[in-house]
Every structure is written in structure tokens, then in C-alpha cells.
């Protein structure tokens, strides 16, 4: 197995489940929060290797619909550190030609949190240098449910033949259509499972779990990643000739 990052066979896009911040507080004896604030480094030091190797997009995976049922205090702490996140990397991100977009029930969001990320959306609007696209009250089935309930409407209103559903018209109805589905899903602390995330997107995906916690996760955890799903074999349901 090589162990060199192949420059021209990067993946185009790289989601991540950034999990594991509790344990790492744990282990340290300090309250679950002291864990999310040292997972802010992670993040910077992903977006930061993500532009250094020319990768487009970069999906990650910041709090889940089923993270509103985590209790009060801890969810409040999220969302003032979401803004703390922003208003402390805005500049960086905007000199850095980088793009920030979103998915997820964003109207869930706290009004001042809703508001500095809009902010930070339309300043970074015009970027191109890399996409990272937050994953904020995100939820895979929540993305579907609102695709098909979209798909109802046109058919009810007589605008949509049910004949014509196919997947390039449900696709296009997704929170972000443009979008390329991820090639590597990467997803730290080691737990084997999806938790929602990018239901539809995620049929092809190359899957990476590592056991490093996510405030532990950086550049060269990530190229590793990035090195393992090198030596993939993708088959896409096909037998290679
Ligand atoms: C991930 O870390 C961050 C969010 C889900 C917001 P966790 O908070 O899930 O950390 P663990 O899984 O409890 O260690
Ligand atoms: C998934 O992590 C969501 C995020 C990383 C934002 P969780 O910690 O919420 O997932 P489960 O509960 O272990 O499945
Ligand atoms: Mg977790």
C-alpha cells in the first residue's frame, strides 16, 4: 500500500461526520463543552488542508436534527460557539477565497445564529476556491421528506406528470443540487454508522472510519483518509475490465 497522497486523484468531495468531542472532554475530566471548543481547531485545520490540496467541496457534518433533543445547555453552548466560529473565521474564509453554504431546517436555528451565517453566505458568495457546506440542523431523511413533499405539490397543482419522477428530477430538488455526491465519507471517533447524514448522497461513497476523536483529527489524520481512499478499488455496482 503506498503511502503517498496521489495529488492528481484527489477526491472531488469530502464529507465528515465530526464526531467524538464529549469523549475527548471526558478524558480529560472537563465538561463536554471544553471537547466542542477544541473540535473548532479541528474544523479550521480540515477547511485550511482542504484549500492547500485544491479539493472542491467539503461537507461537514456540524449538528444533527437529533442533536436538538441533547439537553438545553448544551445545545444553547452550540449555537453561541457556531457564532464565535463565524464571526472569528469570516475574515480568513473570505480572504481565502472560500465559499460557505449550508443544508439543513436553518429556520431551527437561533435568530442570531441564522443571522451571522447568512451574513457569512452572502459575503462568500462569490468565492470558488473550495466549497464547505455546513451541516446545521441537517437531516437526511428530513432532505428527503421535503424533496417528496415538494414532488406531491407539482403533482396535486397538475404542474408534474408522476411519470417524470426520476432521480435526476429528485436530485435537482435537494438541498443543494449542484452539489457532487461525496466521494469520501469520512467519520471520526469510531463509531460504525451514518447518523442521518446525506441518505441520498451517500449510495456510492467510499466510507472511512477512524478512532482519532475529532479535536485529535488533523491534517495529517486527514490526509491518511485521503490516502486510504486512494487505494480504493470503486466499482459502482460494475465488473472492471
Ligand atoms: C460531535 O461530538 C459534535 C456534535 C454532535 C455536535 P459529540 O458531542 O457527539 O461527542 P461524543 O460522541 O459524545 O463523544
Ligand atoms: C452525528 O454525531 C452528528 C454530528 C457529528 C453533527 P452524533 O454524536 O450526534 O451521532 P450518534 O448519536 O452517535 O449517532
Ligand atoms: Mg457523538
Not at 18 to 23: A, H, L, Q, V, Y
Not at 113 to 122: F, Y
Request: proline share 4%; glycine share 4%.
Amino acid at each position: 500500500m503506498s503511502h503517498l497522497l496521489a495529488q492528481e486523484d484527489l477526491p472531488r468531495h469530502v464529507a465528515i461526520i465530526m464526531d467524538g468531542n464529549g469523549r475527548w472532554a471526558e478524558r480529560r475530566h472537563k465538561p463536554r463543552l471544553f471537547g466542542h471548543e477544541a473540535g473548532m481547531k479541528a474544523v479550521r485545520e480540515v477547511i485550511e488542508t482542504a484549500a492547500d490540496l485544491q479539493i472542491p467541496y467539503l461537507t461537514l457534518y456540524a449538528f444533527s436534527q437529533e442533536n436538538w433533543k441533547r439537553p438545553r445547555a448544551e445545545v444553547d453552548a452550540l449555537m453561541k460557539l457556531l457564532q464565535r466560529y463565524i464571526r472569528s473565521e469570516s475574515k480568513k474564509l473570505i480572504e481565502k477565497g472560500i465559499r460557505v453554504c449550508a443544508i439543513g431546517e436553518l429556520d431551527r436555528l437561533s435568530p442570531s445564529s441564522r443571522a451571522e451565517l447568512d451574513n457569512l453566505i452572502a459575503q462568500t458568495a462569490d468565492n470558488d476556491q473550495l466549497i464547505v457546506t455546513l451541516a446545521l440542523s441537517y437531516g437526511g431523511r428530513a432532505e428527503i421528506v421535503e424533496v417528496a413533499r415538494q414532488i406531491a405539490k407539482r403533482v396535486a397543482d397538475g404542474d408534474l406528470d408522476p411519470d417524470d419522477v426520476d432521480e435526476t428530477l429528485f436530485k435537482s430538488l435537494l438541498y443543494k443540487p449542484d452539489l457532487p455526491d461525496p466521494d469520501l465519507l469520512i467519520r471520526t471517533s469510531g463509531e460504525l454508522r451514518i447518523s442521518n447524514f446525506l441518505l441520498w448522497q451517500l449510495a456510492y461513497t467510499e466510507l472511512y472510519v477512524t478512532d482519532v476523536l475529532w479535536p485529535d483529527f488533523d491534517r495529517q489524520a486527514f490526509v491518511d483518509a485521503i490516502i486510504a481512499f486512494q487505494n480504493r478499488e470503486r466499482r459502482f455496482g460494475t465488473v472492471l475490465t
